[in-house]
């Protein structure tokens, strides 16, 4: 198992520019989320997943959108970067009906850096 | 809504000593899970260890253990024999036990910086 994986690693962008990052999980789990962390703020939420063709906002969700047409993929769109959006990205997932819900599996994250 | 709170930025321990780092929480429900996660320079985040609220026994993981105290909403972790390698970053995690997608997201505390010095 790969677990949860996400790409690029690191990507530079300038503001107003769009791009994709992408999440990928091999365990089967329903439940898929997003989080930016930032110096002295912890983790937030943006948005959630509790399965394909179902996502929600969490507490930071403006600027971001999300689909899940697959078990496996949740990508992370920013439409139109912008400074404020520079932070490290962190792409999780767990059980949610069909196991153990309990515990949050993270990807590596993703650093990104709006110019 | 659930609020974490990690009140100490930084902590330093001497190699071999036992630290221990301190978490407080709130919240109105009454079954609930508690992590602590930790996340080396790599940026990882990595599972430590993991308390059920209806469970009076602390959590332990080698060298690791909890202290929870669910009356007083407080969650601290023990480290011992300290070594180099636990230098990072620790955050406290909160996450409900009632699952609906609202639920089930990880509220974590702002987190703290452990150096160990050799």
């Known amino acids: 198992n790969a677990g949860v994986t996400q790409t690029p690693k690191f990507q530079v962008l300038k503001t107003g520019q769009s791009m994709t990052l992408q999440c990928a999980q091999d365990m089967n789990h329903e439940y898929m989320s997003w989080y930016r962390q930032d110096p002295g703020m912890g983790l937030r939420l943006i948005h959630y997943s509790v399965g394909a063709g179902i996502t929600d906002q969490g507490e930071v969700p403006n600027g971001y959108n999300v689909s899940r047409s697959t078990t496996e993929d949740f990508p992370l769109r920013l439409l139109s970067a912008a400074p404020s959006q520079t932070s490290v990205y962190f792409c999780a997932s767990s059980y949610f009906r069909t196991g153990p819900q309990e515990t949050q599996y993270f990807g590596p994250g993703t650093r990104l850096l709006v110019l | 809504a659930q609020t974490v709170t990690q009140s100490q930025p930084e902590m330093s321990v001497q190699e071999a000593e036992t630290v221990t780092l301190s978490c407080t929480y709130d919240t109105s429900e009454s079954d609930y899970y508690l992590f602590w996660y930790k996340q080396p320079p790599s940026r990882q985040m990595i599972l430590v260890i993991r308390?059920?609220?209806?469970?009076?026994q602390n959590a332990t993981e080698n060298r690791f253990s909890v202290n929870f105290q669910k009356a007083a909403k407080s969650f601290s972790l023990k480290i011992s024999d300290s070594q180099l390698g636990d230098a990072a970053m620790y955050f406290c995690?909160?996450?409900?036990?009632?699952?609906?997608?609202?639920?089930?997201?990880?509220?974590f505390g702002k987190g703290i910086t452990l150096s160990v010095r050799p």
């Open positions: 308390q059920e609220a209806y469970k009076q």
């Open positions: 995690a909160y996450r409900s036990a009632y699952y609906t997608g609202a639920n089930s997201k990880l509220t």
